[in-house]
């Protein structure tokens, strides 16, 4: 809920600095503000089955896992695509993001056909995955 207030404050700043701590600090709280929301969706799927007596803490930390994966795959596409790092260049870099994107999505796909699930707790998992397809979309723009 911090960060979401810290975000909310940054994009209403009218001025706009360009250090390199500043933008370190904005990509910083724009990632932790965007990944936060579909983890905060995927952990009502934890309480909705921990409720039913399922032990789903492994579970949770695959999807919070997932997601990192997913972050990864992001940067290492944007890193490649618009040169941010001097080691970070070229296709073959943009097609290791792709895969470990793909993965990750193929992971959370996969989480929500076998995690336990009585009355389709497992639906946020699969909001959780629209919800990142649209950070990864508003990120990367």
């Known amino acids: 809920m911090l960060i979401n207030i ?7 700043n009218n001025t706009y600095k360009t ?7 904005y990509i910083i709280v724009n990632i932790l503000c965007g990944y936060s929301i579909p983890t905060a969706l995927a952990s009502v799927y934890v309480f ?15 999807i919070v896992g997932a ?9 290492i596409i944007l890193s490649s695509e618009f040169d ?8 073959i870099f ?14 959370l796909i996969y989480l929500t056909v076998i995690v336990p699930s009585t009355q389709d707790e497992n639906k946020f998992i699969w909001l959780s995955i629209l919800i990142v397809i ?7 723009r």
């Open 84 to 91: 941010i790092s001097n080691y970070i260049k070229g296709n």
């Open 6 to 12: 810290i975000y909310f404050i940054q994009e209403r």
């Open 94 to 107: 943009k097609l290791i993001g792709l895969v470990i994107k793909l993965a990750a999505f193929g992971l």
């Open 19 to 25: 250090t390199s701590r500043a933008a370190y600090r």
């Open 48 to 62: 909705g089955a921990t409720v039913n007596g399922f032990e789903v803490f492994n579970y949770w930390l695959m």
């Open 134 to 140: 649209a950070i990864d979309l508003f990120i990367g």
């Open 67 to 75: 997601m990192f994966l997913s972050w990864l795959g992001l940067h």
